[in-house]
C-alpha cells in the first residue's frame, strides 16, 4: 500500500496525485477520464477505462494429456476461474470414451453448455451473467438440499428404504454443482468489484461465503457418507426409546445446521450461542445412544458407529458456519497511540 498526502488548491479543492507508473501502464495521461466509485467500506474505486467492457475470456485445453482426469479437472479449474469459454483441442481426433467423460464433465457445470463439437474439439460456452446471480440465494439452496438429505437419513435409518439412500447420494452432485457456481462467482465478485457491489457484499465477505459453502459441502459429504453405510444395512431392530431419542437427534442437527445458515446470511451473534448449545445438547443424545445400543448388542454394527461420528461432524461444521458471524455488536476497536 502507498499513502499519499491530498493537497488543496486555492478554492478549497481537495488533490491527490496517481502513481505515475500506474499511470503509464493503463495509458493515462492529461485530458483522460476516470470513473471513480466509492464503496461500500468508504474506498474509492477508479477504473483507469471507464467505457471498456470485458471481452469473452478464452482458455484451450490440449488433448491428450497422461489421463482424461486432469481433463476433467482441468474443464472444473477453467469454469472456477470464470472463464467464459471453455475448449478442449486434439491433434487428431477425442476417443469416444475419453469424449463421453469430458461431456460429462461440462454438463455437471451449472450454466456451461456445449456450443460446438467435431471429432477434435469440443467448445463449451458459460451463459451464466455472474450479476445475475446471488450468492445469498445459492447459500440457501445449499442449505435446503443439505436438509433434505438430512431428513430422507432419518427415514432410511428407521425404515431401512434403501432406494432412498440411493436417491440421497444422487442428491451430493447437486451441492457439488451449485458450489462450483458460487465459487466462480466468488472469484468474479473479488477480480470484478462491481460484481460484489450488486451482490451488496465486500470482497472480504466473499471469502466468508466461499468458506460457508465448502462447510455445506462438507455437510453433504457427511450425509452422503450416512446413506453409504445405510446401503448395507436393514432390518434394524429399533425399540421405541432408541428411535424417540434418534428423532431428537435429527431435530437438532437440523436445528443446528438452519440456524448457523440464518445467522450467518443475517449477522444474528446471539445464534452462535443457539448453535453451541445445540452441539452439547447431540453429544449428550449421542452418548446416551451409544449406551443403550452398546446393551442391545446394536453397536456390533460398524455401519451405527460411523453414523454417529458422521452426526459429529455435521454439527461441528455447522458450529465452524455460526463461527463466522461478524461480532461487530461487541468490538470496539481502539487506536494504540
Not at 446394536?298 to 455435521?314: D, G, H, K
Amino acid at each position: 500500500m502507498e499513502i499519499r498526502k491530498v493537497q488543496e488548491t486555492g478554492g478549497g479543492t481537495l488533490l491527490v496525485s496517481l502513481p505515475k507508473s500506474w499511470a503509464s501502464r493503463h495509458g493515462i495521461s492529461k485530458g483522460s477520464f476516470i470513473a471513480i466509485e466509492e464503496r461500500r467500506d468508504g474506498c474509492l474505486l477508479l477504473d483507469p477505462h471507464p467505457k471498456e467492457e470485458r471481452g469473452p475470456q478464452v482458455v484451450v485445453i490440449r488433448y491428450p494429456l497422461e489421463d482424461v482426469q486432469y481433463i476433467e479437472w482441468g474443464i472444473i479449474g477453467a469454469y472456477l476461474l470464470g472463464y467464459d469459454y471453455i475448449q478442449v483441442e486434439a491433434e487428431r481426433r477425442i476417443d469416444s470414451s475419453d469424449r463421453a467423460r469430458i461431456k460429462d464433465a461440462i454438463q455437471n457445470l451449472i450454466g456451461l453448455e456445449i456450443l460446438e463439437e467435431t471429432a477434435g474439439m469440443i467448445k463449451a460456452q458459460c451463459l451464466i451473467d455472474a450479476s445475475l446471480v446471488n450468492p445469498h440465494s445459492l447459500i440457501e439452496r445449499e442449505k435446503v438440499i443439505a436438509l433434505s438429505m438430512l431428513r430422507d437419513i432419518k427415514t432410511i435409518l428407521l425404515e431401512a428404504d434403501q432406494d432412498l439412500a440411493r436417491t440421497v447420494i444422487r442428491r451430493d452432485d447437486e451441492v457439488d454443482r451449485i458450489y462450483f457456481l458460487l465459487v466462480r462467482l466468488l472469484r468474479s465478485a473479488v477480480q470484478r468489484p462491481k460484481i460484489a457491489e450488486s451482490f451488496e457484499i465486500t470482497p472480504l465477505d466473499c471469502l466468508d461465503y466461499r468458506l460457508v459453502a465448502a462447510l455445506l459441502e462438507s455437510i453433504a459429504d457427511h450425509i452422503t457418507g450416512m446413506a453409504q453405510e445405510l446401503l448395507n444395512v436393514s432390518g434394524l431392530d429399533l425399540d421405541g426409546k432408541i428411535r424417540a431419542t434418534l428423532d431428537q437427534v435429527f431435530e437438532v442437527l437440523e436445528g443446528m445446521l438452519e440456524r448457523a445458515i440464518e445467522g450467518f446470511l443475517a449477522q444474528e451473534l446471539k445464534v452462535l450461542r443457539e448453535v453451541r448449545e445445540g452441539y452439547k445438547r447431540l453429544t449428550r443424545l449421542l452418548n446416551i445412544l451409544t449406551r443403550v445400543m452398546t446393551e442391545s448388542g446394536l453397536l456390533r454394527n460398524s455401519a451405527l458407529t460411523s453414523i454417529f461420528s458422521y452426526m459429529r461432524e455435521i454439527g461441528r461444521d455447522s458450529i465452524d458456519i455460526a463461527d463466522l458471524i461478524g461480532p461487530d455488536q461487541i468490538l470496539r476497536v481502539q487506536e494504540i497511540l
